[in-house]
């Protein structure tokens, strides 16, 4: 009987079921693992670094948190509410590495954001050729950003550009990360529950809140400040027997005839009994009367006119641009600084501390936005040739902005600080034809916001920006490549040899 031979009819089907098998478990492992990363309550992260530098400030972590509770249509409901749009294209070349920080920001926000149940928080890429749809969309509601803007912001009707240069900032020559400021900033401001209410006062030839015109319109300005979630009033003084009492703010833009002794004294009343905010923008050539308002917060608007013969201050079309700001840190300048962008505006008057006030340790003045030396204020723009007058006109550097801020007082039941005003020599730089020109929407929105108590300076942690890159000698390469792959190497070593010991015996 001869030997039977080896067979193998067996043990092949077996071999094709036991790979059948190890497929099968490999395609339902993966899909397991991306069902549990799809639910929110599986996503976690540990920041191992002692200072969290990994992690978002405990004041973004809440502020995500009361956002989400926010939500007009419950959990699990409310997918998208708050859609974060960055503009990958309107980053700079050198700025890759400013690009993946927002990323990995965003991101962090979006799980933060999830843990509530529902993921409100969408972040969408838009460059040429994606996403386009949803950049038409919210330019065709709020008008088109800026060439620097590269994070849009949306919720409902409300909207926030942030531009490239608040995402950073230079402390002790170095540049760092501020995105988490600016993102929170930003989140706050659109998913703000109760709108601030701006009335305009009407009846003195302000600009037309609707109005359209390029001179004497502000229908731009009006869009955007209800993009930031305000809500705008007409205000008529001489019928009115007080401020409203759900005002924020008010705004005076550019009267043309004077207030009255009764509107000036509802103002008054307002800003210095009810701890109010107004914003001034006056012209000159024009009487406002609003003189006794003005002396009670040390700010002086003489009837003068800028002479700016510096033509480093004038645009080729002959506007004036102020590029001169304090040297005192203030919220309302931050913005110009931060950008380098000018006010421009043809004919301003100017606005200062009142030299001649009486002390008063509550109240503090900041002069804000400055001209050149050269300049002064022309008490007769009339006459002809103008020319500097030493014991009339008002001598250069000439002050055309000023803040004004009580540190005192009661506000709407809650602890704040006092009344605020700011005024500015000038309306045009809130008219149509010039809103969009320098800083001077910016700067606008920015005092409105102040006034209203919608600014958002958040104080949270900065982080390094940029590249990070290792510069090392040849010697340093050689050592570092040595330490690498000596334990490699031992392992190979001690590997070949176990290999030709086998072999041998």
């Known amino acids: 009987m001869s030997k039977p031979q080896d067979d193998f009819s067996i043990v092949r089907p077996i071999r094709r079921w036991n790979r059948a098998i190890q497929a099968l478990l490999a395609i339902g492992l993966a899909v397991m693992i991306n069902f549990l990363a799809s639910q929110s309550s599986f996503r976690f992260r540990e920041d191992l670094t002692r200072d969290h530098r990994h992690s978002l400030a405990v004041e973004s972590v809440e502020t995500i948190r009361a956002a989400g509770r926010k939500s007009p249509l419950g959990a699990k409901q409310n997918k998208n509410w708050?859609?974060?749009?960055?503009?990958?294209?309107?980053?700079?070349?050198?700025?890759?590495?400013?690009?993946?920080?927002?990323?990995?920001?965003?991101?962090?926000?979006?799980?933060?954001?999830?843990?509530?149940g529902s993921e409100w928080f969408n972040i969408s890429q838009i460059s040429n050729g994606l996403n386009q749809e949803l950049l038409s969309?919210?330019?065709?509601?709020?008008?088109?950003?800026?060439?620097?803007?590269?994070?849009?912001?949306?919720?409902?009707?409300?909207?926030?550009?942030?531009?490239?240069?608040?995402?950073?900032?230079t402390n002790d020559q170095r540049i760092v990360f501020?995105?988490?400021?600016?993102?929170?900033?930003?989140?706050?401001?659109?998913?703000?529950?109760?709108?601030?209410?701006?009335?305009?006062?009407?009846?003195?030839?302000?600009?037309?809140?609707?109005?359209?015109?390029?001179?004497?319109?502000?229908?731009?300005?009006?869009?955007?400040l209800r993009n930031r979630n305000f809500v705008l009033r007409s205000l008529d003084l001489t019928t009115a027997a007080e401020i409203p009492r759900d005002a924020s703010m008010i705004l005076i833009a550019g009267p043309q005839t004077t207030f009255s002794t009764a509107e000036a004294e509802l103002l008054r009343t307002y800003l210095f009994e009810r701890n109010g905010r107004v914003l001034m923008l006056l012209e000159p050539g024009r009487v406002h009367g609003l003189e006794v308002v003005l002396s009670d917060w040390a700010v002086f608007s003489p009837d003068a006119e800028l002479q700016e013969p510096d033509p480093t201050y004038?645009?080729?079309?002959?506007?004036?641009?102020?590029?001169?700001?304090?040297?005192?840190?203030?919220?309302?300048?931050?913005?110009?600084?931060?950008?380098?962008?000018?006010?421009?505006?043809?004919?301003?008057?100017?606005?200062?501390?009142?030299?001649?006030?009486?002390?008063?340790?509550?109240?503090?003045?900041?002069?804000?936005?400055?001209?050149?030396?050269?300049?002064?204020?022309?008490?007769?723009?009339?006459?002809q040739p103008v020319k500097f007058d030493p014991s009339r006109d008002q001598p250069g550097p000439v002050c055309i902005a000023t803040a004004a801020e009580r540190a005192a007082g009661i506000r709407k039941g809650g602890n704040s600080s006092g009344g605020r005003l700011v005024v500015i020599g000038t309306s045009?730089?809130?008219?149509?034809?010039?809103?969009?020109?320098?800083?001077?929407?910016?700067?606008?929105?920015?005092?409105?916001?102040?006034?209203?108590?919608?600014?958002?300076?958040?104080?949270?942690?900065?982080?390094?920006?940029?590249?990070?890159?290792?510069?090392?000698?040849?010697?340093?390469?050689?050592?570092?490549?040595?330490?690498?792959?000596?334990?490699?190497?031992?392992?190979?070593?001690?590997?070949?040899?176990?290999?030709?010991?086998?072999?041998?015996?």
């Open 178 to 224: 501020r995105g988490e400021e600016a993102v929170t900033s930003a989140l706050l401001e659109v998913t703000e529950d109760q709108a601030a209410i701006c009335y305009i006062t009407r009846g003195h030839g302000e600009l037309g809140l609707e109005d359209a015109s390029a001179l004497r319109g502000m229908s731009q300005l009006s869009r955007q």
């Open 137 to 169: 969309e919210v330019a065709a509601q709020h008008g088109p950003p800026a060439r620097t803007t590269v994070l849009i912001l949306t919720c409902g009707n409300r909207v926030k550009y942030v531009n490239a240069a608040e995402l950073v900032a």
């Open 82 to 116: 708050v859609r974060a749009l960055v503009l990958s294209d309107n980053f700079a070349e050198g700025d890759a590495g400013l690009r993946n920080q927002l990323s990995k920001l965003l991101e962090a926000y979006k799980l933060e954001a999830s843990q509530t």
């Open 314 to 383: 004038r645009t080729p079309d002959g506007d004036i641009a102020l590029r001169r700001l304090t040297d005192k840190p203030h919220p309302l300048t931050r913005v110009l600084r931060e950008q380098d962008l000018p006010l421009i505006a043809a004919r301003i008057r100017p606005s200062r501390f009142d030299e001649g006030s009486t002390p008063d340790s509550t109240l503090s003045v900041t002069p804000l936005i400055f001209t050149s030396d050269q300049s002064w204020g022309e008490a007769d723009p009339q006459k």
């Open 428 to 505: 045009e730089i809130a008219a149509n034809s010039r809103i969009n020109r320098g800083g001077n929407q910016a700067f606008i929105v920015q005092c409105a916001a102040w006034l209203s108590d919608r600014d958002r300076a958040v104080s949270l942690p900065s982080r390094s920006t940029g590249v990070y890159q290792v510069n090392a000698t040849a010697s340093d390469f050689w050592t570092l490549a040595w330490r690498f792959c000596f334990i490699p190497l031992a392992v190979l070593a001690v590997g070949l040899a176990i290999s030709i010991w086998r072999r041998r015996s």
